[in-house]
C-alpha cells in the first residue's frame, strides 16, 4: 500500500491510517517507514522520530534521506549502528558531514571501519582526521573511544596524526591528561616520529612509565641519550641516570658532578667504576670511597698496582678490610706497604692478626728485588729458605749460611753457595758446598759454578775433604777424578788405581777420551771389562797407549772377534816383529785361513812362518799352501818335502807344476813326489828321467803297481844301456817284471850278468813254494800210509806223487835278494819261467820207482849275493 501511494506522490494521505495502525501496536518495517517518509516530506520533527523510532528500517529510510536532508540520513544510517556504516561514510563523505563521520568513527570503536576511513586511497581522509583530532577525541569521554582511535591510528601508521591526536587529549586538560597509557604512547610516538618534541614532552608529563620509555630511548634505532638521562633523573632513578652519563653519554665529568650533587653511594660505585676502567685510578678509588663500597676490590688492585698508585690502594684497601673478609684484600695491603716503604707498619701488620699470605708476597718482593720487605716477611713466617737468599742479595754472607743451616734443603745451599763464590767468599761456599756434593744431583751444577769462574783449585780442595764424609757417593769421586783428568792429569793415574770400585768408570772413561788421556781410559776399559773398546782405543792412539804385554792380554778377552783382524792389520803396520806374538795368543780364535789371506795381501807372509808351522797340525789349505810357498822361495827343499808329505791338504797337482820347472833338482824331485802322491806316476816318472833320478822313477814305477809302467822303464835303461839301473829296476820292480820279459830284455841286449840276481830270486821264489808242496805231499803220503796199516791189512796199490806246479828241488840256500812278496807273475808268452821244468824234462818233486827222493840242500856258502840297492 505503501509503495503504491509513494509512486502516485500521495503518501500524506495515509498519514490518519498509517498512525491508527501505529496506535495499535502495529510494528510492520513497512508501515514505520511509510509515517518516517511522511514526517520527512511534512517536517514533523522527523529527527525525533528517527532518533526515538525501533521500527523502521535504516537503509531504506537513510536512502530516502540522503537527497532530502543528509543529517536525516546520518540519523538513520547511525540508528543501524553498524549495519549502515559504509552508507553513512558515503553520505558523509558527499556532503561533507566529516564532523559527523568523526563523532561516529569515535563511538562505533570498529577496527574494520576505522581502517575503512583510514585507507591511504580515500580522498576525504585529511578531513576526518582533522575532525576526530579537533573535535571528537577531545569531546570522548570515554577511555575505550580514545584507545580504539589511537589503535586505528598506529595501525594506518599516521605518528603525526597520532601526535597531534594524543597532544589535544593529554596537554589540553582534557578528561585524559594524566592517563598513564596516553602519555606512554605520546612520548613513544614522539620517540618514533618526531624526536624534537620528546624532550618537551618529558618535562610536560608526569604520569608516563619512566623507566621502559627510557629503556625504548636508549635502544636502537633511537639513541636518544640525554632524553633517557632525564626520564631517570626526573623518576629519581639516580643510579641509572649517571650509568647513562657514563655508559651512553661518555661524561664522566657530568657523571661526576651529578654524583656530588646526588652523593648517593651506588652513583658513587658506578662512577668509580667507570674511571677504574678509563685508568683514573685515583679518582676511582676517591669514588669508591666514598661509596664505601668494596665490591671490585680485585679489579682495583688490579689497576692500582699497574699504575703503582700503592698510597691510594692502601686506603682503599683499609676501608675494604671492614667489608670484605678475603685473603687478597691483606696480601695486597702488605704488599702495597713495601712497595710504599713503610716497613715498619708491614711489620706491625703482618704480627698482627691477618690473613695475608705472606708468602706470595714475600716471593713478589724478592722477584721484585725489595729484599729488605721479602727479608722482614721471611723472618715472620720462619722461611729460612728464602731468608737465606734474601741475605744473600744483601751481602749477609754469614748469615745467610745460618739460614741454609736451619733450612737445611739442597737449593738454599746451592743458592748460597752460588752467592759465595761469585763474591769470592770460599770459606762460606766451601761449608754450604759441603751440603750439596753428597747430592749427586745437584754435584754436577756446583762444579759447572765453581769451572766457570776458573776455581778449580778451590773445587778440588772442596770435593777431597767432602770424600771423607760419611755420605760420600760414587758421583763424588767420580767428578773428583774428572777433575784431576782436567787440571791435574799426573794425578789422575793413582787416584784411579786406589779408588776403582768407586769411580763411574763409563763417565770417566769419556772424560779420559775427552782429555786425550788414551793410557787412563784403557786402564779403566780393562777394569770395566770393555775389552774391545780397550783394544780398539790402544790401536787408535798407539803412540801414547800402546804396551804389546797389555795389548796381548786385551786380545786374549775381547768378544768381537774382527778385532783380532784389525790387530793382525795394526801390527803388520806397527809392530812387525810382535806380530807372531800376537798371532801365537789368539791362534785357538782366528780363522787361520783368513790370517793367511789377509798377511798374504799385505805382502808380510815371512813374518809369520812361525806362526804358520805352529798351526800347521791342523792340515789346512790355506795354511799349508802358505808354508810350502815360503819354502820354496826359501829353496828349503828338504822342509818342503816333509811338509809335504806330512800335511796332504794342498793345491798338489799346482805345487808340481811349479815345481817341476824349478832350477833346483831337489826342487823338481819334490815335484816328481807329488806326481806320485796324486797317482800320476807316468808324469812322474818322466820328471825323474828329465833329472836322471833313476832310482826315484824306479820307486815310482813300484808304488804306481802298473806292469806296463815298470816294464816301460826297464825297457828305457836297456835302450840307455844302463847295465847297474837295469839291475836295480829288476830288484825295484820285481814284483812288477815277468820273469821272462827281464830276462829276454836281459838275453838280448847281453845283461844276463845283471838279470842273474833277478833270476836267483826268481828260483828261490818258486824253489820255496814247491819246497811248501812237498811238504804237504809228504803229509798226505803219511796219512794213507797210517791208513794202509789198519786191521783189515789193506795194502793200497802204489800211486805216484802229483807234481805241484812250480816245485823245484832243494840245493839253493836263503838267498839275500828279498825284495818284495813272493807272488807268482804270470808266465810270458813265449818264454819259460825261471824255475819251471820244460816239457820232456823230468819234474821236481818226482821221483822214479826205486829211487829216492834227495834231500833239500842247505845254501852253499860263497854263492853270489845281490848287490845293495842304488
Known sequence: LVAEVEKRNRLRVLLPWLEARVAEGNQDPYLHNGIAKIYIDTNRDPETFLKSNAFYDSATVGKYCEDRDPHLAYTAYKRAWGSCDKELVDVTNRNGLFRLQARYLVERQNPELWALVLDIENQYRPSVIDQVVSTALPDAKDADEVSAAVRAFISADLPNKLIELLEKIVLHNSNFSKNRNLQNLLILTAIKADKARVMDYINRLDCYDGPEIAKIALGEPYRLYEEAFLIYKKCDLNSDAVETLLTNIESIERAHEFAARCNEGPVWYKLGKAQLENGAVPEAIESYLKAEDATDYQEVILAAEREENYEELIRYLLMARATAKDQLVDTELVYSYAKTDRLSDMEEFVSGTNTANVQSVGDRLYEERSYKAAKILYQSIQNNGRLASCHVQLGEYTAAVDAARKANNPKTWKEVNMACVHA???????????????????????????????????????????????????????????????????????FIKLNTAKLNIPKLIHAAERHYLWEHAIFLYTHYDEFDAAANAMMAHSPTAFAHDQFQMIMQKVSNTELYYRALQFYMDEQPLQLNSLLNTVAQKVDHARVVQQVRKNGHLALILPYLKSVQQHNINAVNDAINELYVEAEQYEELRQSIEDFDNIDQIGLAQKLEKHELVEMRRISALVYKKNKRYKQSIDLSKLDKMYRDAMETARDSGNQDLAESLLRYFVEANMKECFAACLFTCYDLINPDTGLELAWRTNMLDFAMPFLIQVLREYTGRIDALDKKTQKKEEAEEKNKSAPNDYVEDYIPPIMSPGGMTGGFGTLAITAGPGLQQPAQQGFPQPGMMQPGMPQPGMQMPGMQQPAMSQPQPGMMMMPPRF
Request: proline letters at 3%; glycine letters at 8%; a negative charge.
Open 424 to 494: 769470592q767468599e770460599f770459606r762460606c761456599a766451601e761449608i754450604a758446598g759441603m751440603y750439596i756434593i753428597v747430592h749427586p744431583d745437584h754435584l754436577e751444577e756446583l762444579i759447572a759454578q765453581y769451572e766457570s769462574g776458573g776455581h778449580f783449585e778451590e773445587l778440588i780442595s772442596l770435593l777431597d775433604s767432602g770424600l771423607t764424609s760419611e755420605r760420600s757417593h760414587i758421583g763424588m769421586y767420580t767428578e773428583l777424578a774428572i777433575l784431576y783428568a782436567k787440571y791435574k792429569p799426573e794425578k789422575l793415574m793413582d
